[in-house]
């Protein structure tokens, strides 16, 4: 293996290769550029792009591409030669200022929500100069964001960097009022990535896997994950070369990729980096994940992003761990050794409370999707109800300053963790249940709805915006106060009061929390359908207004490629599932149910008396499950015709959800009876037990 700290970054052109290869000035004008937005003279953009593409050839480059994150929230690229002809027919190798600045994808198939329609047909890419350009597979990529002729956002990166600009504006309000010098604030993510590896030649056998990157059908091996030894467990060598070579290649990268171990669920894994901020962050989630299927193919795996790829075993999540922090490398959400005095902490606490319990609706839209609709609430991941868990510690500190106090006695400390951010606060052992969908872990607050296909670009500006919101409030009060601190922890003892309701440190899982959570008036947006409405209320729209995220005009257009997307990856779903159950599963079991008739045929024919009570028995259950099976099928059928009735991907989208769902579950049903009842031999494709466990 390579020494990490050899190939770490060789494939970016970041800051210290920026240095090198860059002319004293142009380095400067760049630097300038990323912290403040300056524009580059075209000049100094020609001179940057020079020396990328001289970088890129000496890599081995042939090729550059704007690489974006359309709405699909899979990244996109168009690849473009450095080739030029030239006057003597050879080539030269060119890449200009302009070409690394702005592009034009050919973007009319990504989904715009109606923007592009009535705006203008195409879209730009521009450069996104505070994530670094790097190389993938011969060819430099170069971060950019994705906007209609308009100035509408077509992507997840835009909203992401606005969002930060507004956390960025707000938090420096407060911090000067607290006599801070810092210059910037941004926000900080560490996402934790889950993944299943299975064999490629297995996973080639299921249709569902292929289309749609889950099971939808599949009966409950003797053994799932009930013996909890998959978990933290010994890393088979198989998984264990993937695991490296696949660290090798984000190092590259220059991700930081640190942790990883085995997750609950048999073959299910988990991959940590190391936090950053949050657009390179939300830009290496997508490298990690491109990079994890590209690397399995290698190995002869398939990786399993999907949120839930098995029924019965844990699916898979994307804990967003996020904080804010300043250019001076402070943690704002650090409580220090006196959290009850440290009223700067306590406030910026409050701010994410009273953001979340404002904005419930916000958060669960920003991991609402279908495949994340099976995890949520399925007693594996939390459910669809915001809360926030702060642990007793931080409960008893906000209970004593709303009381007036600046004390709590002292009491003898539980546990020593080791954990420097955490001196005084234990770290509670509820935390580790992980029920909570937001739980304040330190120093940072972990996200725990996202699936592991959602793009961390989403979630991420909701918290910023949200938090940032609350930020501005406070600002406005406290900027014209006499007595900053004396208002400020009035603010805490208020805001705490108003929003406590959204607080709480118990078990989420259990069936008392959900009617709890009803009485003190939380939401409980079950499903996407659910959720999505909300995402253009007027509440919801001030609020990205103001904080010039979204127009309504852009919030309604994402409504509506959400709304598009659940209706198309649902049609296929259930496209899938009557290809599987009509043309593999029924014809299958007919041949099984055939063998059976033939022995008691045979058997009779040898010997008049012979029992034939197995077979029989088996030919009148299986017989009549398939009739079953058949008509359910007839029914989905006609569910899928009647769907095209309606004229908007909401009504559609909540057919499918009322009607077209329950229709899949109950061929699911008949399914897996029939595949525990059929002799191995005849059943169509690999089951959960081949796997899972092979
Ligand atoms: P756990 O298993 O306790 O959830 P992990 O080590 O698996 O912890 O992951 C924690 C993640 O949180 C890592 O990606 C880590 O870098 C990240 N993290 C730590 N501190 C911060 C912070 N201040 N802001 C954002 N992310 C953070
Ligand atoms: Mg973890």
Redesign the pocket.
Known sequence: MNKISEIFGSMVFNDAVMKEKLPKDAYAALKQHISDGTDLEPGVANVIASAMKDWALSKGATHFTHWFQPMTGVTAEKHDSFMTPDAEGGVLMNFSGKELIKGEPDASSFPSGGIRATFEARGYTAWDPSSYVFIKENTLCIPTAFCSYGGEALDKKTPLLLSGEAINTQALRILKLFGSDARRVIT?????QEYFLIPKELYEQRKDLVFCGRTLLGAKPPKTQELEDHYFGAIKPRIAAYMEDLNQELWKLGVLA??EHNEVAPSQH?L????SSSNIASDHNQITMEMMKKVAERHNLTCLLHEKPFAGINGSGK?I???M?TDQGE?L?KPGKSPITNTRFLLFLCAVIKGVDKYQDLLRISVASPSNDHRLGGNEAPPAIISIFLGDDLMEVLEAVAQGKTEIPKRPRMMDTGVSVLPDIKKDTTDRNRTSPFAF?G??F?FRMAGSMTSVACPVYMLNTITADALMDFADILEKAEDVEASARELIRKTYLEHKRVIFNGNNYSEEWVREAEGRGLLNLRSTVDALPFFTSDKNIDLFRTHRVFSRVELEARQEILYEEYCKLINIEALTMLDMAGKDILPAVSAYIQALSDTVVSKKAAAKDAACRMEVSLITSLSSLCDSLYDRIQDLRQLLIDVNEFDTNELTAQFFCGKVIPAMREIRALADELELSTARKYWPMPTYGDLLFT
Do not use: K
């Open positions: 900080t993510v560490g996402p934790e640190s942790t988990e940590a980096p190391i936090y804990h761990n996020w904080s922090a943690n959400l872990t120093s940072r972990e």
